[in-house]
């Protein structure tokens, strides 16, 4: 009989040796590294807490409760100078919240139509496109903002005297932009209730269709109907009970104006640069995504009848914002912070607002940690909207 070999099986984490043990070695350099990193939190806040002891202060956020004592030029809610800090900080958050919702809406309506337009096979206009994008995006979004605030708007728009009339209802100088107000008309508010459970039965309405009816082929047209529909009954039921809302035009007076809503033009300024200079990574992202779309489909769906439209709207944006909406969430979230840019102009954010509370106050610990903690509750926010987003957008493999 042959000799039989008994081979002996060691196991990989069990083999002889700390360092051998990879499993071992993990965990070692885990706790290293976190014993490390509270090294350096206590060291830090030993030293901040020894350099306040010095300064006889302390750290505390009992200031937020005192009375600010300044103004704010524009305020989404009701603010005086008599309010508390806290108050003008929330004041400076809805202001950063304002521009940035409103800056990624223009730059996603404006990086879309470039990104279109870059794909054209018209050579005018592609290169228009280009040329766009290689211009705003290689220009510091700082200068940018000071240009269109300092040449542009303060500069170029005509005095409050001489200001540009859009039909005698708004105005536009180098004090903003002045447009019509809306206030509730007096004893409508029944007419306000009626048109909002008109809106939620239509929106109900709307959802139960596409859930009992996912695979309707006429989708599309069954809601446009529905939304002319209620759209009618909204509009005969204003005819019959009367407006809910009344239209306040603004005045010009003999050196500013009176009634409506002023659109200051720090957030014009701010708005453009922003909207411009971001809009040139969504048109770069855009084009990214379409043209990874393989080819054969497109033609695919030209022999099959469907017209240019029809096969961007139902093959290529399908398949493309897989590759579209990563990118696009960086934009956001880099939108979003470099709207703190709006200190240079003075516009009055979280960080301007905060500026003057901290030259007032001192508290530039509690300060800096206060737009630590709203910016990331902001770009997390903006991430998980953006992920959500992006799992119900993908496309059903079978």
Do not use: C
Request: net charge positive; aromatic share 10%; proline share 4%.
């Amino acid at each position: 009989m042959n000799p039989v070999t008994s081979v002996k099986t060691i196991s990989r984490g069990s083999d002889g040796g700390f360092w051998r043990n990879p499993k071992r070695r993990a965990q070692a350099f885990q706790i290293t590294l976190g014993l490390a990193l509270f090294l350096v939190v206590w060291v830090i806040s030993a030293n901040t807490a020894a350099n306040l002891g010095k300064l006889n202060q302390q750290l505390s956020f009992g200031f937020l409760g005192r009375s600010a004592g300044f103004e704010i030029s524009q305020t989404l809610i009701p603010y005086k100078s008599v309010s508390t800090y806290g108050r003008a900080l929330v004041v400076g958050l809805a202001n950063t919240v304002l521009v940035s919702v409103l800056g990624i809406v223009a730059a996603t309506v404006l990086g879309f139509a470039v990104g279109i337009m870059g794909l054209s096979k018209n050579w005018i206009v592609s290169r228009v496109a280009a040329a766009y994008i290689e211009f705003f995006r290689n220009i510091p979004l700082l200068l940018q903002v000071f240009v269109w605030y300092s040449v542009v708007i303060v500069q170029t728009l005509p005095s409050p005297r001489e200001a540009w009339t859009v039909f005698g209802y708004a105005y536009i100088s180098n004090r903003g932009l002045m447009i019509p107000s809306l206030s509730r008309a007096p004893d409508k508010g029944a007419v306000i209730w009626l048109l909002a459970a008109i809106a939620l039965a239509w929106v109900a309405i709307l959802i139960i269709s596409g859930l009992v009816h996912p695979e309707q082929g006429a989708k599309t047209k069954t809601g446009l109907r529905l939304s002319l529909l209620f759209l009618a009954i909204g509009a005969l039921l204003v005819l019959v009970m009367g407006r809910p809302f009344e239209l306040e035009a603004p005045t010009k007076t003999a050196f500013s104006f009176s009634g409506g809503i002023t659109i200051i033009p720090e957030l014009i300024a701010l708005l453009f640069a922003l909207s411009v200079y971001m809009a040139t990574y969504i048109a770069e992202a855009l084009r990214a995504g379409v043209m990874a779309v393989n080819r054969g489909q497109v033609e695919a769906a030209a022999a099959l009848g469907l017209g240019p439209l029809r096969t961007t709207r139902l093959i290529v944006v399908p398949q493309a914002m897989r590759i579209i909406i990563p990118p696009l969430s960086t934009t956001y979230l880099g939108l979003i912070k470099n709207s703190s840019l709006a200190v240079a102009i003075g516009y009055p954010d979280l960080v301007a607002t905060g500026g003057t509370i901290l030259n007032q106050t001192g508290k530039a610990i509690e300060i800096v940690t206060i737009w630590m903690v709203v910016y990331l509750s902001l770009s997390i926010a903006t991430s998980l909207l953006m992920n959500w987003f992006n799992a119900n957008s993908k496309l059903v493999e079978r």
